[in-house]
């Protein structure tokens, strides 16, 4: 439900009144922005939703009765038009990715000033679904770079090179001169950590993954 | 003693004060009251039902075994009143009609009912008893001499008041019983006093008023040596931490699982002198991590899991080598593996004695494993509290002053506002130390999140966030190391980190981990300022000491190559070789190009330790 007139109206949730105040100043001081309601738990917060229908909705991350991120993909669910901006004292990626994840519009730590928040409120209104957070770049980069896949030893290199081959367990175990036990741990650590259930799941994830040369001429 | 039955138990406030109860000295009937306390063993709660049945009826036990007595010396006086007069010799019931043996026999009764009676558990026990002797002893005493035909009587009640409060307070009821006899014999006179008087009858009944509660106190002590606790459970659990808390105290290292487990590998060695010994424990992952040695060969990992799955010794043979995997038990349960790799068939003998040593020293490594567990357990809660705590009070109320300076530069002229500027600044730096903190203290590891990965992953976060430049090289196997040393290496690396963040103004962090249990290698170095005289992060220096100790790593804390510092902590690596710091292999920056966020070529530490700047000028070793 967009507003009749020009101004953006917000609902802020936030256990600690202060926060509430100094954001509810941020705010009004903007003139087009009205804080039509505050919160304090997550009940509050659907009830105020649903009383007010805000433009945008402003969530920390830790609330008494549960978190904003849950609050996050509840309010999303129902409505992909709600402008949600996620404030948190939480530092860490998963944070940035979890508020992402669940459909949030904006991201913005509680050190950030006042204005970011705004900021944040403002772009929230104008596209929900276009997500933004500060050092995202970086968060994402940090993702890609981080030891994401699987990481075998040597030895399970190895197993799962013969495995890709086609050779039978105990063929393994005779080719590594490994018992057969050995052989059989190593294929059940591969498959863990590749999350396959069989050997055709566990070679096409590490083909995928580039864990082996699937050029490899056979 | 008086037996309460159990559903008068149900007015005592549950849970009551064990404490208290444990060192009452009248808790003789103490079995029924494990049933308020949760936590105890099942059997011992079958048992206590079982017990409280049969007290259902023994309500009326003690009345009937009192009456029963009245009864058969009621019966044995009359009869032998008969006999007496028949044969008209002895002269022992003279002034005995039978009429005068049912008075005292019926006030007997009444005494007996009225103790019988169940009595509040907050009364002790010798009270009811003493009441009930001085009270037979009035009636005997008054009843002249056909009442001292129920002298016997008074054998209950002190046998009672041994039992149920033991040696002195069963021999002050009988002294009082034979004063109150006296006193009322002698103040009623006549035949009765001189039948007391006579020496032998005399002589007699003192041995038993004195024997009666003697014998009571006895089997109190008996019954109390044997008797289960009230609480077993909690007592033995008091009784293991008590012990604990003191080796803990004493020794830091007194219960490290580490230590008994390389204690245990050399005796291991002394008692097979070619055996290369290798304790194993199993991670939560259901990986096999070494204690103490190296990880054996994979041609023992059957063996191993055999006996860790049988709890029984397993013998295997492997190319040119024999194993041994011998379970380390803690009652049933298989604690820890120790596997003895011979060059020969480990015989007989040698494994009987493998087994004695392990026998002997198992309950106190697994102890030692278990104290680390809770020790673990109780810091990570501890962090996680300290955690909320920070981020719900002091970092909130810093965030909203934030706030509020933001609304104050709004309103201000501009010089003022550059000068709320710079102290928003202060504060914004405040905040995201904060929340870096509590980041810090959430961050943990656990089964599936191993060393390298939540190392690399806080180095980058943490790196990321405050401007500094990460270059990670993580090699880490997929065996894991025990999970209580995991913690403590990612505790001092985050240390580490921190300081470079707070103090170093340093732009680059080369962060290497080198994991292959039982050793582990990591350094952290930046390119700041360097280590400082004063320089305030000196207590993170020493608790990251401490924990290097803990867990009997090196810690090595000097300048760095590119004028920064170098923290560097090996594990399981030979002493020599900590204390050679050349010979410590360079943070090469394998991945640099991968984990620069900004795509910049890295500069790659110079190896120019070989050169006059020794790596390390403060080290600690265990």
């Given at each position: 439900v967009t507003s009749t007139t020009s101004t953006l109206r917000v609902v802020l949730v936030d256990d600690h009144q202060l926060i509430r105040e100094g954001l509810r100043r941020a705010f009004d001081r903007e003139g087009d922005i009205e804080v039509v309601g505050e919160a304090s738990s997550i009940a509050e917060a659907l009830s105020a939703l649903e009383r007010l229908k805000p433009d945008v909705l402003v969530t920390d991350v830790r609330l008494p009765d549960g978190d904003g991120i849950t609050l996050t993909t509840q309010v999303r669910a129902g409505n992909p038009t709600m402008g949600i901006v996620v404030l948190t004292m939480y530092a860490g990626d998963d944070q940035v990715f979890a508020a992402l994840d669940a459909g949030a519009s904006g991201f913005v730590g509680k050190d950030a000033p006042a204005e970011e928040v705004v900021a944040a409120a403002r772009h929230a209104a104008a596209s929900p679904r276009a997500f933004t957070a500060r050092d995202l770049a970086g968060a994402m980069q940090r993702r890609m770079s981080a030891p994401a896949g699987p990481k075998l030893s040597p030895r399970e290199r190895e197993v799962l090179d013969l495995l890709v081959d086609g050779l039978a367990i105990a063929q393994i175990a005779r080719r590594l001169y490994i018992s057969e036990s050995t052989a059989k741990t190593h294929v059940a650590n591969i498959y863990e950590k590749l999350g396959a259930g069989n050997r055709a799941q566990a070679v096409m994830a590490a083909v995928r993954l580039g864990l082996v040369d699937d050029v490899k001429s056979r | 003693m008086k037996r309460r039955p159990g559903v008068d138990r149900k007015s005592e406030p549950v849970g009551g004060n064990p404490t208290q109860r444990g060192v009452n000295p009248f808790t003789f009937d103490r079995p029924d009251r494990t049933i308020h306390q949760p936590g105890v063993s099942q059997v011992w709660q079958i048992v206590t039902v079982a017990m409280l049945g049969l007290r259902a009826k023994s309500v009326f036990v003690p009345l009937a075994l009192r009456a029963g007595i009245i009864m058969i010396f009621t019966a044995a006086a009359v009869v032998l009143k008969s006999i007496a007069t028949q044969t008209e010799?002895?002269?022992?019931?003279?002034?005995?009609n039978k009429t005068h043996i049912v008075l005292p026999a019926l006030l007997l009764l009444g005494v007996a009912a009225l103790a019988s009676l169940p009595i509040p558990a907050a009364v002790p026990p010798f009270i009811p008893a003493l009441a009930e002797t001085l009270t037979a002893a009035v009636i005997i005493g008054t009843q002249g001499k056909s009442g001292l035909?129920?002298?016997?009587?008074?054998t209950i009640p002190l046998f009672l008041a041994g039992l149920s409060s033991g040696l002195a307070a069963g021999l002050a009821c009988a002294l009082l019983a034979g004063a109150t006899l006296a006193a009322t014999v002698s103040s009623t006179g006549g035949p009765a006093a001189e039948a007391l008087r006579s020496n032998d009858t005399l002589i007699a009944w003192l041995f038993i008023f004195v024997a009666v509660p003697t014998v009571g106190a006895w089997i109190r002590r008996i019954r109390s040596e044997s008797a289960p606790d009230s609480e077993p459970a909690y007592t033995d659990a008091h009784r293991l931490l008590s012990e604990l808390h003191v080796v803990a105290r004493q020794l830091s290292l007194g219960l490290d699982p580490r230590t008994l487990a390389a204690a245990l590998a050399e005796d291991i060695r002394a008692v097979v002198p070619q055996a290369v010994a290798v304790v194993l424990t199993r991670s939560p992952g259901g990986r096999f991590v070494a204690l103490a040695g190296d990880e054996p060969e994979d041609e023992a990992e059957a063996a191993i899991e055999d006996a860790w799955l049988s709890a029984q010794p397993v013998k295997r043979e492997g190319a040119g080598s024999y194993f041994a995997a011998i379970p380390v038990l803690m009652g049933e349960r298989v604690v820890a593996l120790v596997v003895v790799t011979t060059l020969s068939p480990l015989d007989e003998t040698s494994l009987r004695r493998c087994r004695a040593v392990i026998e002997q020293s198992g309950p106190r490594l697994a102890s030692a494993m278990l104290f680390d567990d809770v020790r673990r357990l109780a810091t990570t809660d501890e962090r996680m509290r300290l955690a909320r705590e920070i981020h719900d009070g002091i970092a909130q109320d810093l965030a909203s002053v934030g706030y509020a300076l933001d609304d104050i530069r709004r309103d201000s002229d501009p010089q003022l506002a550059r000068k709320v500027v710079a102290v928003r600044e202060q504060l914004q730096a405040m905040v995201a130390d904060l929340r870096m903190s509590i980041f810090d203290l959430r961050t943990g590891i656990n089964d599936t999140v191993g060393l390298g990965t939540a190392l690399s992953e806080h180095a980058q976060r943490t790196g990321g966030q405050s401007g500094l430049i990460v270059h990670a090289s993580i090699d880490e196997s997929p065996k894991r190391l025990p999970i209580t040393v995991e913690v403590e290496l990612l505790r001092i690396v985050q240390e580490a980190i921190t300081n470079v963040r707070r103090?170093?103004?340093?732009?680059n962090l080369w962060l290497t981990v080198t994991v292959e249990p039982p050793r582990a290698h990591i350094t952290v170095t930046d390119d700041g300022l360097g280590l400082k005289a004063g320089r305030p992060d000196s207590f993170g220096i020493t608790g990251m000491r401490e924990r290097a100790r803990r867990i009997g790593a090196h810690l090595l804390v000097g300048p760095g190559p590119e004028g920064g510092t170098v923290v560097e902590v090996a594990l399981g690596t030979d002493a020599a070789i900590a204390h050679e710091p050349r010979q410590l292999p360079r943070p090469?920056?394998?991945?640099s190009a991968l984990t620069d966020p900004h795509g910049i070529p890295t500069i790659v530490p110079q190896t120019t330790r070989h050169g006059a700047t020794p790596l390390a000028d403060q080290e600690v070793t265990k």
């Open positions: - | 010799g002895s002269s022992g019931f003279d002034g005995i035909l129920f002298l016997p009587y008074l103090h170093a103004n340093a732009a090469v920056v394998t991945r």
